[in-house]
């Protein structure tokens, strides 16, 4: 796989004018995120428009329901012929269960991917909000484990527990990296950072790259900048 296909840049505009806007920007990415933020704005609209660009789709919503509901979105969502869809592992075995057996049957089959846990949250936030006893890499190990147990195809982690994850859960469970920061840009709420190649060669399969592109001066510059180095490694 190219460097340049192996990242994927988010959508995180407020609108489908913004969203358009973007997409005209950088003809050169092939795989784009849609987060909550923009499909609650323009429903199926965008993703319509990205397959009408042949792109490929992260329709990241991070489903986290009881079984039944989670089921039906997972099947509704696939209908759309996304790449990836991602639900909470927390959500629970039933939920992830039913959220594999529901698209099953579905003429476009997404890749499903668990949230371990959001990379916004750091150690602290872990123990002492969410209450949570397992250290922090140990946490997101158990949730990759738990989510693969069960029958989803990968993961969203952070690429500071990408390595041990990819030693773990072995080569074809697919690990999505947020957290992404080149080292010549800010982190902002990302705690777990890692530079793009520092990723890769942990073991992350795809990179979540989004204001390092998205904000810069020039996009197409740092999404260049960004592919290069990952060339070199």
Not at 28 to 54: C, D, H, M, N, Y
Not at 118 to 133: G, M, P, W, Y
Request: charged fraction near 20%.
């Amino acid at each position: 796989m190219s460097p340049a296909n192996q990242v994927i840049v988010p959508l995180d505009v407020p609108n489908l004018t913004e969203a358009i806007t973007l997409l005209d920007k950088l003809p050169q990415v092939s795989f784009w995120k849609v987060g909550l933020e923009l499909f609650t704005a323009t429903g199926p609209s965008i993703l319509t428009i990205l397959k009408e660009r042949k792109k490929r789709i992260f329709l990241d919503l991070k489903f986290h329901d009881i079984p039944n509901t989670v089921a039906g979105a997972c099947r509704s969502a696939s209908e759309y012929g996304v790449d990836f869809l991602t639900l909470h592992a927390t959500a629970g075995q039933t939920a992830l269960k039913a959220a594999t057996k529901a698209i099953n049957n579905t003429a476009s089959r997404p890749q499903l991917l668990a949230i371990t846990l959001l990379t916004s949250l750091n150690v602290r936030e872990l123990a002492f909000d969410l209450k949570v006893s397992l250290d922090l890499p140990k946490y997101v190990l158990y949730m990759a484990i738990f989510a693969q147990k069960y029958g989803l195809n990968g993961a969203v982690c952070s690429p500071r527990e990408v390595s041990q994850l990819r030693q773990v859960c072995g080569n074809d469970f697919l690990l999505v990296c947020p957290g992404i920061r080149p080292s010549w840009f800010y982190n902002g709420d990302q705690r777990r950072v890692m530079t793009p190649s520092e990723a890769i060669k942990a073991g992350a399969d795809y990179l979540v790259i989004g204001r390092p592109i998205t904000m810069a001066n020039d996009p197409i510059a740092a999404w260049e900048k960004i592919c290069e180095e990952l060339e070199i490694g």
